[in-house]
């Protein structure tokens, strides 16, 4: 699986109209959880592990 380098990700624009839609937590693989959140004009991702 080839990693993304920060220099190669895109930015793009997301309706904040569907932010509540995106937003939410995201099990990437067994107990890491990709959280979206937003604040603002802004999406914010955090990694962390699952809370049992």
Do not use: H
Request: glycine residues 10%.
């Amino acid at each position: 699986m080839k990693s993304i380098n920060r220099l190669e990700a895109k930015e793009i624009k997301v309706d904040p109209a569907v932010y509540d839609t995106i937003a939410g937590d995201c099990e990437l693989a067994p107990g890491f959880v990709l959280t979206i959140s937003w604040e603002g004009d802004k999406l914010i991702g955090a990694t962390g592990q699952a809370q049992d």
